[in-house]
């Protein structure tokens, strides 16, 4: 069975930056596909950023230039450097990976930002 686990989320000021993690497990695939998306209150889940094991990336333009996805050495795994946070960023983080015609997805971990 695969599973996607997130760390990272939090409580963090205005302009602060936090550091989330994703790790799949259960399959011996990659993921050539790993992403990142967010969901808040009253407002439907939405893109972030993706990233493949090439190198692409790809970010949602509310984030680009403060938020940085990248892929771990380790398979299936995927970060989320977040950066000049701002209240709007507050929202359910979700991690998702592909693997075949498969979309996973993680529990999410809440991150707000807030003085």
């Known amino acids: 069975q695969v599973q996607l686990v997130e760390s990272g989320g939090g409580l963090v000021q205005p302009g602060g930056s936090l550091r989330l993690s994703c790790a799949a497990s259960?399959?011996?695939?990659?993921?050539?596909?790993m992403g990142w998306y967010r969901q808040a209150p009253g407002k439907q889940r939405e893109l972030v950023a993706t990233?493949?094991?090439?190198?692409?990336?790809n970010y949602a333009d509310p984030v680009k230039g403060r938020f940085t996805i990248s892929r771990g050495n380790a398979q299936n795994t995927v970060y989320l450097q977040m950066n000049s946070l701002k209240p709007e960023d507050t929202a359910v983080y979700f991690c998702?990976?592909?693997?075949?015609?498969?979309?996973?997805w993680g529990q999410g971990t809440q991150v707000t930002v807030s003085t």
């Open positions: 259960g399959t011996v695939f990659s993921m050539t596909l």
């Open positions: 998702s990976g592909v693997l075949g015609r498969n979309n996973y």
């Open positions: 990233g493949t094991t090439g190198g692409s990336t």
